[in-house]
């Protein structure tokens, strides 16, 4: 699958859950979304097809630590975190967390010489 093909898929997905288009649409020179929660959501898209994951549901499954979430009933995607002893904490986003991936590895740093 192509990145133009991912893109869509996953454009498909936003809208499936109330995102509206002139988010999804809006890109800055270099490609990416002006939409700092839509950004995110794409690169934790990417990297969950990479990782052949899909989004998992509360519902079926329960992450612990830091993941990308979706909240259904702010229509965003953010970060959160779940402990089972604490339940969730969000750091960006609202609603009602109905779904989960793991977050996406950080670029590796080049050593300065």
Request: hydrophobic letters at 35%; aromatic letters at 10%.
């Amino acid at each position: 699958m192509n990145t133009d093909e991912v893109r869509a898929k996953f454009e498909k997905w936003l809208e499936g859950n109330n995102f509206s288009k002139m988010d999804m649409t809006k890109f800055k020179a270099d490609g990416e979304y002006i939409v700092p929660s839509v950004q995110l959501g794409w690169l934790g898209y990417q990297q969950g097809i990479k990782d052949s994951a899909e989004w998992i549901s509360v519902a079926d499954r329960l992450p612990e630590g830091r993941v990308l979430v979706a909240c259904n009933g702010g229509n965003m995607i953010g970060v959160g975190k779940y402990k089972s002893s604490e339940g969730w904490s969000l750091y960006t986003g609202v609603g009602t967390i109905t779904h989960w991936m793991p977050l996406p590895e950080p670029p590796a740093l080049k050593e300065a010489n």
